[in-house]
């Protein structure tokens, strides 16, 4: 996750760009980097490839904004959640978006003006417990998908002649105007089925179940979505399969609340343990842990336990662990406690006020998060 550069630096473009300058600076490196124009350059094929990649994500709202916020774990980490990257299919699929019908089939695609037609993205959900979140976890899902059928031979769409395009001339006040769009018909794949198995849809494809093993990566939030490049359904007509989005819901724990990183605790102290000092027991993430309850402390303090927290998705550090204290009051007392208590309560230590009245402001803010 580390290696890979920030897509904004790919494109050479700021944070706050739009999709107009997000596209106008992938076409100038897509131009540059094109295999075409590179021939046998294996580094221009790899700046090709890390500009598209760059452009999948940031020309896609729902990407950027998961982007924006965790970086590139938002994207499943490495190459594609899942690993991989784009391969070129991706990449020439995309094409028509940035250079309409400018480069025809040389430049444009890899397959004479036809384009690879990519299946749709699944999405699952995917709950977690707050100690996988903390480490996290490889999980197995079974999914019901659409897949390539064995025995399913292909020729070229009647319609388009194989182009996977449709060419359109209307007469305007200009003159003739040749306009060209993909072959509703084979949906601008330039195949038809030729034969297929009674199992196969009319696409080529049946459903299949698989299991999928997922590596989520610690520290990821509630509503959080992955991606798993190329596990979702199958492309129609042989076409390349779309992706599989999982989406994260983070299952409540009993006792610890979560703020991003940061994990919060309230321990209820007896208190003749608040007078006296005493050590509780806490429960964080990993096992309970034992902390020291000064003498003399007051409900509403906050002890801070500094790196058991969750790590950051981004990896860019781990929160604390913060114990809010409470002292409790009994709501009943029986006759014999209310005596001893009446009697405490005539002595200058148990007086709220003589205790606090040489205390300022500021100390008494300092002593709470002490």
Do not use: W
Request: net charge positive.
């Amino acid at each position: 996750m580390s290696n890979k550069r920030d897509y904004y630096e790919v494109l050479g473009v700021d944070k706050s760009a739009d999709e107009s300058q997000i596209k106008k600076a992938y076409r100038k490196l897509a131009i540059k980097y094109h295999p075409d124009k590179n021939p046998d350059d294996a580094s221009a094929e790899d700046k090709f490839k890390e500009a598209a990649e760059a452009y999948e994500v940031l020309s896609n709202p729902e990407k950027k904004a998961q982007y924006d916020r965790f970086g590139h774990a938002g994207m499943g980490g490495a190459g594609g959640f899942g690993g991989g990257g784009m391969n070129m299919d991706d990449i020439f699929s995309q094409f028509g978006d940035i250079f309409g019908g400018a480069f025809g089939g040389s430049f444009g695609g890899s397959r004479g003006g036809s384009r690879v037609v990519k299946g749709t993205n699944l999405r699952v959900k995917m709950k977690l417990t707050l100690d996988e979140i903390a480490t996290g976890v490889k999980k197995k899902i079974k999914v019901n998908k659409l897949v390539q059928a064995e025995g399913v031979t292909y020729k070229n769409c009647p319609t388009c002649q194989g182009t996977g395009r449709i060419t359109r001339v209307a007469q305007t006040f200009l003159g003739a105007m040749q306009t060209q769009s993909a072959c509703h018909v084979c949906q601008g794949a330039g195949k038809s089925i030729d034969k297929k198995p009674a199992d196969a849809d009319a696409q080529g494809l049946k459903r299949q179940e698989e299991i999928i093993e997922i590596d989520i990566p610690a520290g990821v939030e509630d509503g959080m979505q992955l991606s798993v490049r190329g596990k979702g359904n199958a492309g129609p007509f042989n076409g390349a399969p779309g992706d599989l989005i999982v989406v994260i819901e983070e299952v409540a724990h009993e006792e610890i609340r979560r703020d991003a990183e940061n994990l919060h605790y309230d321990a209820f102290l007896h208190i003749s343990d608040a007078a006296l000092g005493a050590s509780i027991e806490v429960p964080t993430i990993g096992g309970k842990v034992k902390i020291k309850v000064d003498p003399g402390t007051q409900s509403g303090k906050v002890l801070r336990l500094r790196g058991k927290g969750l790590p950051s998705v981004q990896r860019y550090g781990t929160g604390d662990f913060f114990v809010h204290l409470h002292v409790y009051t009994p709501t009943t007392v029986s006759k014999e406690e209310r005596e001893i208590l009446e009697k405490l309560k005539q002595s200058d230590n148990f007086d709220p006020y003589k205790a606090q009245k040489d205390k300022g402001f500021f100390s008494r803010m300092r002593d709470m998060f002490n």
